[in-house]
Nanobody, 123 residues
Framework: QVQLVESGGGLVQAGGSLRLSCAVS????????MGWFRQAPGKKRDFVAA????????YYPDSVKGRFTISRDNAKNTVYLQMNSLKPEDTAAYYC????????????????WGQGTQVTVSA
């Protein structure tokens, strides 16, 4: 049973930082891509970052490039999202996701999802 459990969300002022964690279990993730997505109320889900577990290759959309950093800790089976210079528009529920690295676009075709963690950025 694959499980993804996010943590680390909270309330932060604009310009501040948060680090989200995603603890993964249930299988070996070496052949997987791990992603972070976010969804604000009334808006579509947006892709935020992804990392290939084996090799550590990363990808970001322009909206967060230079502010967010995705990483993984093999020993802890955990994926992180370091978020700096946060803006009120970053407010959303953040979700961790996983998929096999089969050549699809970084932001597409995720099979497993966590329950989400809320990030609120005040002005």
């Amino acid at each position: 049973q694959v499980q993804l459990v996010e943590s680390g969300g909270g309330l932060v002022q604009a310009g501040g930082s948060l680090r989200l964690s995603c603890a993964v279990s249930g299988r070996t993730f070496s052949g997987y891509v791990m992603g972070w997505f976010r969804q604000a109320p009334g808006k579509k889900r947006d892709f935020v970052a992804a990392i290939r577990w084996s090799g550590g290759f990363t990808y970001y959309p322009d909206s967060v490039k230079g502010r967010f950093t995705i990483s993984r800790d093999n020993a802890k089976n955990t994926v992180y999202l370091q978020m700096n210079s946060l803006k009120p528009e970053d407010t959303a529920a953040y979700y961790c996701a996983a998929k096999l690295a089969l050549g699809s676009r970084w932001e597409d075709n995720y099979d497993y999802w966590g329950q989400g963690t809320q990030v609120t950025v005040s002005a």
